[in-house]
């Protein structure tokens, strides 16, 4: 079983719906990252959160640690949020990741 | 805004050749990471460095491989014997300090061995 579940794999919306994209993991983290990978390739860095909520723009993360549950939140989704995103958890100073939801904003 | 740079963006490289991946981690940073990606595969950690010294380092980081700060700016990730299934994408990454501290990504080098 992988360390890190992320939920939905693929996940196709129409502009402007509310996004949720979901990360379960089985160990105790010190923090967990949301990231944005492009396709191109590139990695960018969304969040680190540790405990409660996060926003920024149109973006929310909200984790709760009991519960080995995060989320991720996407507000008025634009076809410029198309992007693989991915969590990954801390332990130490290692990171595990999960296998990335693909969104697809359709216009 | 500061930001991680890694060169080349892109190395093919026969089997069996050794092959160094350069990063140039935000300049204030002290905590410096190797990542690799298969291509269609999920990110996996390498190594994080610190001080002049690996503070950890995971199972795929066997012998093969080596890190190394050789100046104040450049951090490198040396594979000495390059096999068909090093193909991916390396990414490095720096953070300020450790513990509660965000992560900063490179662009990635695309490694083809052949």
């Known amino acids: 079983k992988n360390e890190v579940e992320q939920s939905p794999q693929n996940l196709t919306a129409q502009e402007g719906e509310f996004i949720t994209i979901n990360c379960s993991y089985s160990v105790g983290i010190s923090a967990l990252h949301w990231l944005q990978q492009h396709p191109g390739g590139g990695i960018v860095s969304l969040f680190m959160l540790s405990s409660g909520k996060k926003k920024h723009g149109r973006l929310i993360a909200t984790i709760n640690i009991q519960e080995k549950h995060s989320s991720l939140h996407i507000t008025a989704s634009h076809p410029r949020d198309s992007a693989v995103y991915i969590c990954?958890?801390?332990?130490?100073?290692?990171?595990?990741f999960g296998t990335g939801t693909r969104l697809t904003i359709i216009p | 805004e500061p930001e991680v740079t890694q060169t080349p963006s892109h190395q093919v490289t026969q089997m069996g050749q050794e092959v160094i991946l350069r990063c140039v981690p935000i300049s204030n940073h002290l905590y410096f990471y190797w990542y690799r990606q298969i291509l269609g595969q999920k990110v996996e950690f390498l190594v994080s460095f610190y001080n002049n010294e690996i503070s950890e380092k995971s199972e795929i980081f066997d012998d093969q491989f080596s890190v190394e700060r050789p100046d104040g700016s450049n951090f490198t990730l040396k594979i000495r014997s390059t096999k068909l299934e090093d193909s991916a994408m390396y990414f490095c990454a720096s953070s300020v300090r450790e513990g509660l501290y965000e992560q900063y990504f490179g662009p990635g080098t695309r490694l083809t061995v052949t």
């Open positions: 990954a958890v801390k332990r130490d100073e290692k990171l595990t």
